[in-house]
């Protein structure tokens, strides 16, 4: 069995590099700053410059489906509704109900070229235990990091 290299890079890049991977769309000064995703927690968390009391976070993929979730502080949990594969992107949407104040992101997976790992391969030893490998990619700066995490699929 061999583990999709598609969910390497992506955390590759996200938790590494998730600042610069956001295309932001901002056509005015938002009060909503600083969106960052954990890819292991399955959080999307921002600053806001004023305290609300509401928060309507959307995420939606490629297909145009789309989980609104409704929270009391700047952090949406998305681990227990989101069940498809982000290796193809996503856009989130933040914004404060009964107001014009939103945020729009989207994360496209991607990086530098020459920058992906190389030579992944996985052995599964007596279902139990799964070793990994890779090498960086030829180009990747040289404080680059990669994980690799496993998530339970519903």
């Known amino acids: 069995l061999l583990a999709d290299t598609g969910y390497v890079s992506l ?15 901002d056509a005015q000064e938002s009060h909503i700053t600083n ?33 609104d979730i409704e929270v009391d502080s700047p952090l949406c949990n998305f681990r227990e509704h989101l069940n498809k ?11 404060v109900p009964n107001t014009n104040i939103s945020k729009q992101c989207s994360f496209l997976p991607g990086g530098m070229n020459g920058s992906a790992i190389e030579n992944f391969s996985c052995v599964i030893y007596n279902i139990f235990l799964m ?24």
Request: contains cysteine.
């Open 85 to 95: 594969p982000l290796h193809k992107g996503v856009f989130f949407n933040i914004e």
């Open 131 to 154: 070793n990994c490998t890779w090498q960086a990619g030829r180009d990747a700066p040289a404080d680059t990091q990669y994980f690799l995490y496993w998530q339970k699929s519903r």
């Open 35 to 67: 969106v960052n995703v954990d890819w292991r927690k399955m959080e999307l968390s921002w600053e806001s410059s004023r305290n609300f009391s509401e928060y309507k976070c959307t995420i939606m993929d490629r297909d145009m489906e789309y989980i």
């Open 11 to 25: 955390s590759h890049w996200c938790l590494a590099k998730s600042q610069s991977l956001f295309r932001h769309s």
